[in-house]
């Protein structure tokens, strides 16, 4: 029977737990699972789904939020901190989705309302690039189901021009990308 065993260095990440929802809680966690995928030498990509929930679901503020996420992508290595002027970046990037429909920005009346805005429009300035799902202004249609808008952010473009590109989700999931006309 042939050895199946993967490498050490490939093996999939340990399983973190969060002690709780507190800032510091996440802060603890997201920082031992940056620090165990930077010990592999991998680029650290920090991808943070629906950041937004949490931020409704506990008793952080929105600055509370935005700090937490600037300094996990800000975070160093200790021994590069020892060096002088040496910084090595531990995130390489960071992907943080949020919903950002009109109503939840629009209609602040509530303190949630006004710290989900607060925050989505915070996230957007702090971006390089920022991509927007919206359904057809038209209405439904056989082939599309939406618009993808893609940006540059608040921090700039990086040299790359806007983009909006039309999608379609099929019945079976599949998602297929194109430009209008095509």
């Given at each position: 029977?042939?050895?199946?065993?993967?490498?050490?260095?490939k093996?999939?990440?340990?399983?973190?737990?969060?002690?709780?929802?507190?800032?510091?809680?996440?802060?603890?966690?997201?920082?031992?699972?940056?620090?165990?995928?930077?010990?592999?030498?991998?680029?650290?990509?920090?991808?943070?789904?629906?950041m937004?929930?949490?931020?409704?679901?506990?008793?952080?503020?929105?600055?509370?939020?935005?700090?937490?996420?600037?300094?996990?992508?800000?975070?160093?290595?200790?021994?590069?901190?020892?060096?002088?002027?040496?910084?090595?970046?531990?995130?390489?990037?960071?992907?943080?989705?949020?919903?950002?429909?009109?109503?939840?920005?629009?209609?602040?009346?509530?303190?949630?309302?006004?710290?989900?805005?607060?925050?989505?429009?915070?996230?957007?300035?702090?971006?390089?690039?920022?991509?927007?799902?919206r359904?057809?202004?038209?209405?439904?249609?056989?082939?599309?189901?939406?618009?993808?808008?893609?940006?540059?952010?608040?921090?700039?473009?990086?040299?790359?021009?806007?983009?909006?590109?039309?999608?379609?989700?099929?019945?079976?999931?599949?998602?297929?990308?194109?430009?209008?006309?095509?």
């Amino acid at each position: 029977m042939p050895d199946t065993q993967l490498p050490e260095d490939k093996l999939p990440a340990r399983d973190i737990l969060l002690r709780g929802t507190a800032v510091e809680d996440v802060r603890k966690g997201l920082q031992s699972a940056i620090e165990q995928a930077a010990s592999r030498g991998d680029r650290v990509v920090l991808v943070l789904d629906q950041m937004d929930a949490w931020l409704a679901m506990a008793e952080a503020r929105e600055v509370e939020v935005m700090d937490l996420l600037l300094s996990l992508r800000e975070q160093t290595s200790f021994f590069a901190e020892k060096l002088v002027n040496a910084r090595e970046q531990k995130v390489h990037s960071t992907i943080v989705t949020v919903s950002a429909d009109d109503p939840l920005l629009h209609a602040q009346t509530t303190t949630l309302e006004k710290e989900h805005a607060a925050f989505a429009l915070s996230l957007a300035h702090e971006a390089y690039r920022v991509m927007a799902l919206r359904l057809l202004d038209t209405g439904t249609a056989l082939d599309v189901s939406g618009v993808v808008r893609i940006t540059g952010g608040g921090k700039g473009n990086g040299g790359m021009a806007d983009a909006e590109f039309l999608y379609y989700v099929s019945g079976d999931g599949g998602v297929k990308v194109f430009e209008r006309g095509a």
